[in-house]
């Protein structure tokens, strides 16, 4: 059902074998069926990813941004930080959406399985023995995506994202170049951020 290659691509990008993140290649592709997308090369799509921090299941974002093409470097993907396994991807030229989450039965089995266990007792995913963790993954990839996922109906979304700059300066303390966007004034001088000492919160 999904490309062998496309698997082992996104492992060896998230870094360790676990179920979460084929969940999350499942989902992206799930999305982009439902909207009859291609997975994005540039700003066609956006993502909306409901993960949150230091959750069991986070490995998640890793999956949605190989399928999706959706990804932190290219900034056409938000966490809402929802703690949740949950999309909504955007297909920001033609204004449609839809929200793909996985479905709580399936998710609460994830969550009761010797794998989950494992990791609670503090054990790395990558020393996590394969006969746990492979039949998992396998079964994630061939179940349909009504098994997985619930899938909504594709709804209009006008997504407004911010226009990526080209304008830049150099600092004028450090002398690196800095975009528009990072730029602070700090007794009449444009700095970078770390320069102008400015505190994100
Ligand atoms: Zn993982
Ligand atoms: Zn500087």
């Not at 490309?3 to 084929?22: N, R, T, V, W, Y």
């Not at 993907?77 to 793909?100: F, N, Q, T």
């Not at 794998?115 to 790395?124: A, L, N, P, S």
Request: glycine residues 8%; hydrophobic residues 35%.
């Amino acid at each position: 059902m999904v490309d062998k290659e496309l698997l082992e691509m996104a492992i060896k990008f998230h870094g360790h074998k676990c179920p979460a993140m084929p969940l999350g290649l499942r989902a992206g592709l799930a999305a982009m069926k439902k909207l009859g997308v291609e997975r994005t090369s540039n700003k066609e799509l956006f993502c909306f990813l409901e993960a949150g921090p230091s959750h069991a299941q986070m490995c998640f974002g890793d999956g949605v941004q190989v399928t999706t093409g959706c990804t932190f470097g290219k900034e056409n993907i938000e966490k809402l930080h929802y703690s949740k396994l949950g999309i909504v991807l955007v297909d920001v030229k033609r204004k449609k959406a839809v929200r793909v989450v996985i479905r709580p039965e399936f998710q609460k089995k994830g969550l009761a399985s010797k794998f989950v266990q494992m990791r609670k007792d503090g054990i790395e995913p990558k020393d996590i023995p394969s006969d746990i963790v492979d039949p998992m993954i396998e079964n994630i990839m061939k179940q349909p995506d009504e098994v997985l996922f619930k899938i909504s109906e594709v709804f209009d979304y006008d997504f407004k994202g911010e226009k990526s700059t080209f304008d830049w300066y150099e600092c004028e303390n450090c002398g690196e170049i800095v975009f528009a966007h990072g730029i602070r004034i700090k007794d009449n001088k444009k700095l970078c951020i770390p320069c102008s000492e400015y505190q994100r919160k």
